[in-house]
């Protein structure tokens, strides 16, 4: 439905822009679509219409003019007024890239920067859930394609099921630290991004644990005595002796516990979210020293998350990449199978090959006490 000359006029006057000029631009915008569909065909062919007399009485002047305004007046104006479907083309084409991959470092002011290591296993092999992975992913980025969800609240309302809802959103390891993905009390939830999403992907990774080795030693020393009182005003430490093996079981436990939680953080995403398509990696899938595989840790966790949901809700298809062999493939298919029912069936895919042929064939991990061991 066009808008009024008076709606039209308010949009084009500017300093910049004659008044003349600013009418021609405004009576354009009052012409309803059958009209300018009209006179753009006939354009296309030639024909003598009412725009291309005024082009031919303006010259150059109205174009010069045309210019300015695309470059000093990028706002589409009167965008809303277009039909639901138009509007529908318009953003899915902004907005429907297929993958997005979360970037894995916290948003700087003018972007992001990419740490493209985390997407590489210790061969320097890309990881294939980051299949489809730019060659520029390494590059600070600008503007996010999803900013044009925060135009207005009724852009917010017809954008985010586009972006969040069809695409597929790949999470890198270690802190998620995006303000985009807490549910704020203060606002409401139909704006809430996690609700939004139906394609995800996750890591449970090694590398969650973002703690330093001298960080954790030094906070286990200071624990167990082996630090004086310091000259930050601590509390003084405890004046006693202890083992290495003690030490070493302690930071185990730490870095455990801090593994853990970071995971627990993904697990209660995806029990927040309403998924079609849920996807796991458990490539690294061990604790931060790499001496115990915690395939069955994660199994249990994401399970009893997902049968807390309704049946109607739960993930659709939940596929996963990088066990380990045979064996634990079974496992893993067991588990996930016991979240399908009759009613809402659960369909698990498993996606690449063995991890133990293609990545961790020769490879050893030692137990924590075996790193004590003397080595004679």
Known sequence: MPVS?????????????????????????????????????????????????IQHVHGDTLEHFRLARRDTQPEFHGFMHLSPEIRAMVYEYHLLKGTIFMPNTTPMRYGVNYDTKLTRDSRGRVYPRYKGLPNNWGLRYGRSIGLICGVSHAIQAETMPIFYGRNRFVFPPGNIDFPM??????????????????????????????????????????????????????????????????????????????LLSSWDDRVTDVQNMNLNRLQISLEECYCSLGCCRLVNTVLDRLVNAISAKPRNIR??????????????????????????????????????????????????????????????
């Open 5 to 53: 000359i008076e709606q039209a006029l308010a949009w084009e006057m500017t300093d910049s822009l004659p008044n003349e000029y600013a009418k021609i631009f405004a009576e354009e915008r009052t012409k309803d679509w059958a009209t300018r569909l009209e006179e753009y065909w006939a354009r296309q062919a030639n024909k003598s219409t009412e725009k291309g007399q």
């Open 181 to 258: 993905l807490c549910n704020h009390e203060s606002l409401p939830s139909s704006i809430w991004v996690p609700n939004h999403m139906r394609d995800i992907s996750h890591t449970f990774d090694m590398r969650d644990d973002t703690w330093t080795n001298f960080q954790r030693s030094h906070k286990l020393r200071f624990q167990l005595g082996g630090e004086e009182d310091g000259e930050d005003g601590g509390e003084e430490g405890v004046a006693a002796e202890f083992d290495s093996e003690t030490y070493m079981r302690r930071f185990h436990d730490s870095a455990m516990n801090e």
């Open 315 to 376: 993930p659709k298809v939940i596929e996963v990449y990088g066990w380990n062999n045979e064996a634990e493939k079974s496992v893993i298919r067991e588990a996930l199978e016991t979240l399908s029912t009759d009613e809402a069936p659960v369909e698990v895919r498993f996606l690449g090959d063995i991890k133990e042929g293609r990545i961790m064939k020769g490879v050893v991990y030692l137990t924590t006490l075996e790193f004590l061991r003397p080595q004679n």
